[in-house]
Structure formats: structure tokens, C-alpha cells
């Protein structure tokens, strides 16, 4: 067994080791000296290259951190949405999962390994941060053991995002996978307190799990004059709600438009439906049977979401489960007040009674009356919206993108590396 130990002694880092056979690893020493000094880091972020949710999340924080200097290599199955233009220090690499008569499923476990181990030997990566525990801490755990074979020792650090803990994690076909990988991991995050407590209820974790919130960033997410919509999506003047999801069961979405009705009956307004997924169909119907389609667009994905939340009055966001509600945090960083579920990390970000209400999920009678509370009363609406942005603030891409590299740094200055 050979024991290697990074220890930082008063600023300078130095090596415990027994049997410290080849320069490799002391070139591991040296990389890891001029990380500390330079306080660049070449990072490797693997993620699902979603529209939504975690694959919005790592692809916003991989630019956010390529701004600030360091080298951000993305390993993805296809390019995420925003990763459409050049940028500096900004590299993408694709897991091509090659098709086979044999394979039902694609086998992408083993191509993202594969090239996880190819990109960190070829780039020299310093991490590995990924994203969404299923399966990708799994897989990164496989990367590290291989790339341990040939002297290389690459921290790994799992973001858990909320469904691969509360919906499918939890799930027996994976949730031994899942506890295991975890607990493996060189550093975990959680999106929201209530993601962590929920992760240490439902799982045995062995290890610490730091909170770091999602962000929002400013540059983008802001209350921009865009009336020349507002006029031509409500031309008399009329409120406008939203509604932003992947249209999945768990979202609720059904109950958006129940609760929209009961609005729409006591207040003149309009509903804007933004995304797309399985319960689209469904919910389209729903407003046909109650008669509202007049009053309802259905929008499909956008890219410019901000432009639209720039002429809202209330969001919805109903959902079963939650972990923490990115969207909801989209629409208050553009002065949007929230009404929402209290499930999951909800209430972390959306403060009843204050940036908007929450109420148990199902409760639509509840939620609507709270939404004609607010749009009736102009004062309390006003008050809301700025409560809205004053809260999103605490959630800046700039307060949060620091706490990232100081986990970075701490999880890289606490390794101790073991071949086994
Ligand atoms: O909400 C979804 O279904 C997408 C999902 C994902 O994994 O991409 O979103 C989860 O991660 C987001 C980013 O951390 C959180 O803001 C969402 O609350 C969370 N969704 C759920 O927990 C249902």
C-alpha cells in the first residue's frame, strides 16, 4: 500500500508519504502547489445538458468560473443549451455512446467513464465536479479507480440536485448505487438544507454534505422594460401569471391552471405556460375543458425567459417536490412575487408572506386565493415584488460562485490520497 498526504503547514504545502516511487506523483505535488498559489483550477463538469434545472445550474456555474479564470473542460452527451457561443477557457468535450445491434440501451455509463479518464489524463484536470448524483457519481467513481492504476489521483465532488435523492435515487433499483457513491465522493453538495436533510434521512451517509445554494445571475435575471410584449399579451391591461416548468408530474401542473381559474374569475389576467414535457397535452385540454383557452398561451421552451418574466405579476410553482426551485428564484430576480408549494427546499427560497406565499402541495383553493390577494392589492404587490428581488439577491451568482471555489480548494487541500 503506498500512502501519500498533502498537508498544509503554515501556507506551505508538504508531502507525508511512504514509498513515493514515481515522478507522477510528485508532479501530482507540484500541480497542487501552483493551484494554491495561482488559485486557478482546471475543472472537469459533467452534467445532463438539460434545459432545465442541474444542467442549467453546472452550465452556468462552469462559465461562471471560467470567467473568473480558471479552465472548465464540460463532458456531456450534447452540447448544454448555453454553451451555444465561444468562450475563454471554456472546453467541451462529447461522450459519443456508439450504437450496437446488441445494446438495448446505450451503454453511457461506460463511454462517460471512458472519456471522464481520457479527458483528465489528456487536460491534466486538478477535479472532477458532477452533477446529479444517477449516474454520474457512480461513473466517477469508476474514473477515479482507473485513473488511480496509473498514479493519478482525481477528487471528486457530487452535486446533488433533488430527484436523484427524493425520486429516482430513492428508488431500490438504484439507491444502493447511490448511497455508495455518495459516500465515496471526496466532497457532496446539496442545493437547499432540506436536500441535505432529506439525503441524510433517506440514505446512511458516512461523510459531511455542504449546502450551497443555486444561484441566479443578474446580468441576465432582471426587470427589463419589455411593454411592446406586455401589450400584445395583454392588451387592457389585464395581470399576468406564469407558469415555468418540464411539464413533468411531479410539477403539478394541472394545478396551475385549476388555481389560474379560480384568478381568472375574480381578477382579468392571463396565463403564460412556458416549457414543455409529458403533461403538456394534458394541460392543454384541461384549459379547453374549463373554457379559458383565450387567456392561456402555451409557449413552449424559450430561451429569453427573463424577457418574459419582465411583464409578470405572480409566479406558480405547485410542485410535489422540489428541492429548491430554480425557476422560482429566475421570476423573483425579475421582481416577480412567488406562489408556491411548500414541498421540499421551497420555503428556503420563497418566504411566506413575504417574497409570495406556500401551501401544501394540492392546496389550490388556498393558492388562489392568496394570488387574488396580491393582485388585488396593489400596495402588498408592490411590496412583494421588491421583497422578491431583495431575496433573490442573497442568491447572486457572485455570493454563491465563492463558495464553490472555496470547496474546491478545501476539498483538494484534504487529500489524502490512498492506492489501494
Ligand atoms: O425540476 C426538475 O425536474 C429538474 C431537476 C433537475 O435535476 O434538473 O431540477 C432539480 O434541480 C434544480 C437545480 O438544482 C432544482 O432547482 C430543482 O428544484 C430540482 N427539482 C426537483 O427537486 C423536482
Known amino acids: 500500500m503506498i500512502r501519500v498526504k498533502v498537508v498544509n503547514a503554515g501556507g506551505y504545502f508538504l508531502l507525508l508519504l511512504s514509498d513515493f516511487p514515481t515522478l507522477s506523483r510528485f508532479s501530482l505535488f507540484i500541480r497542487r502547489f501552483e493551484i494554491f498559489s495561482s488559485r486557478n483550477m482546471k475543472i472537469g463538469i459533467v452534467c445532463y445538458p438539460t434545459y432545465g434545472g442541474s444542467g442549467v445550474v453546472a452550465t452556468e ?41 446488441l445494446f438495448e440501451y446505450p451503454p453511457y455509463d461506460t463511454a462517460l467513464a471512458s472519456t471522464i479518464v481520457d479527458v483528465v489524463q489528456y487536460q491534466n484536470l486538478d477535479l472532477l465536479h458532477v452533477h446529479y448524483a444517477i449516474p454520474h457519481a457512480a461513473v466517477a467513481y469508476m474514473a477515479k479507480k482507473i485513473l488511480l492504476t496509473q498514479g493519478h489521483y482525481l477528487p471528486v465532488i457530487t452535486t446533488l440536485h433533488g430527484t436523484d435523492i427524493t425520486l429516482v435515487g430513492n428508488n431500490r433499483a ?45 446580468e441576465r435575471f432582471r426587470k427589463t422594460n419589455k411593454d411592446h410584449f406586455k401589450k400584445i399579451i ?16 411531479v410539477k403539478r401542473v394541472e394545478d396551475v391552471i385549476y388555481i389560474f381559474k379560480q384568478v381568472h374569475d375574480q381578477v382579468p389576467s392571463k396565463l403564460l405556460m412556458i416549457g414543455d414535457g409529458p403533461e403538456r397535452q394534458n394541460t392543454e385540454r384541461l384549459c379547453r375543458d374549463l373554457g379559458i383557452c383565450d387567456d392561456v398561451r402555451f409557449l413552449g421552451k424559450q430561451d429569453a425567459i427573463e424577457e ?58 388556498e393558492m388562489a386565493r392568496y394570488a387574488v390577494l396580491l393582485l388585488q392589492d396593489k400596495d402588498m404587490l408592490a ?9 433573490a439577491q442573497r442568491f447572486d451568482i457572485e455570493n454563491i460562485l465563492p463558495h464553490y471555489e472555496a470547496y474546491y480548494e478545501e476539498v483538494l487541500r484534504k487529500s489524502v490520497v490512498k492506492v489501494e
Open 61 to 101: 456555474l462552469g462559465l461562471g468560473l471560467a470567467r473568473k479564470g480558471h479552465e472548465v473542460h464540460f463532458i456531456t452527451y450534447r452540447r448544454p443549451v448555453r454553451l451555444a457561443h465561444f468562450h475563454e477557457n471554456v472546453f467541451y468535450h462529447e461522450v459519443d455512446t456508439d450504437d450496437y445491434p
Open 234 to 249: 395583454a392588451p387592457d391591461g389585464e395581470h399576468i401569471l406564469a407558469h415555468t416548468s418540464n411539464f413533468r408530474k
Open 383 to 391: 411590496q412583494f415584488r421588491a421583497n422578491a428581488l431583495a431575496q
Open 308 to 365: 418574459l418574466l419582465a411583464i409578470c405579476d405572480l409566479f406558480i410553482m405547485p410542485s410535489e417536490s422540489e428541492s429548491f426551485g430554480l425557476a422560482a428564484l429566475e421570476a423573483m430576480a425579475c421582481e416577480v412575487p412567488v406562489i408556491s408549494s411548500d414541498s421540499g427546499g421551497l420555503p428556503e427560497v420563497n418566504i411566506h408572506g413575504v417574497t409570495g406565499f406556500t401551501s401544501q402541495p394540492g392546496k389550490v383553493d
Open 174 to 218: 438504484f439507491a444502493a448505487v447511490v448511497e455508495f457513491s455518495i459516500n465515496k465522493s471526496d466532497g457532496v453538495t446539496a442545493v437547499s438544507q432540506n436536500l441535505k436533510d432529506d439525503t441524510l434521512r433517506l440514505f446512511n451517509i458516512q461523510r459531511d454534505i455542504e449546502v450551497i445554494y443555486n444561484f441566479i445571475d443578474f
